[in-house]
Nanobody, 125 residues
Framework: QVRLVESGGGSFQTGGSLRLSCVGSGFTYKTFCMAWFRQVPGKEREGVAAADTAGGIEYPDSLKGRFTISLDDVADNLYLDIHKLEPGDTAMYYC???????????????????WGRGTQVNVSS
C-alpha cells in the first residue's frame, strides 16, 4: 500500500527558509515521479515542483528560483526547499506520487494517483 507522509510545516517569517520532507513507503516500482502541490482554501491545488527517477525536474515558471525539489529514489523520499519565504507561500503543501508519469511535468493533479495528507506552512510578514 502506497503511503506518503509530509512533515516540516509550521510558522515562519518572511525572508526565511524551510525544508519540507515527504517519506514514501509501499512503492512497488523503482521508476516513478513525485511532486509537491500546495493549496489555500477556496483555490485549486497548485503544482509547485516535480521530479522523476530519471533525473527530470520541473517547476512552473512563476516559482522558478526560490523552490528546490530533490528526490531520494533509494529511500523513496522527496524534499522541497523554499527560500526567501513570502506570505503568499502560506498554504497546505501536499506530496504526490505516480508510477505512470506520462505527463507529470505538466504538474496537474490528475497526473498523480497517490497523495499525502499535507503539511501546513504559514508565513507571516
Amino acid at each position: 500500500q502506497v503511503r506518503l507522509v509530509e512533515s516540516g510545516g509550521g510558522s515562519f517569517q518572511t525572508g526565511g527558509s524551510l525544508r519540507l520532507s515527504c517519506v514514501g513507503s509501499g512503492f512497488t516500482y523503482k521508476t516513478f515521479c513525485m511532486a509537491w502541490f500546495r493549496q489555500v482554501p477556496g483555490k485549486e491545488r497548485e503544482g509547485v515542483a516535480a521530479a522523476d527517477t530519471a533525473g527530470g525536474i520541473e517547476y512552473p515558471d512563476s516559482l522558478k528560483g526560490r523552490f528546490t525539489i530533490s528526490l531520494d529514489d533509494v529511500a523513496d523520499n522527496l524534499y522541497l526547499d523554499i527560500h526567501k519565504l513570502e506570505p503568499g507561500d502560506t498554504a497546505m503543501y501536499y506530496c504526490a506520487v505516480d508510477f505512470n508519469c506520462s505527463r507529470y511535468w505538466e504538474l496537474q493533479t490528475s497526473e498523480f494517483k497517490f497523495w499525502g495528507r499535507g503539511t501546513q506552512v504559514n508565513v507571516s510578514s
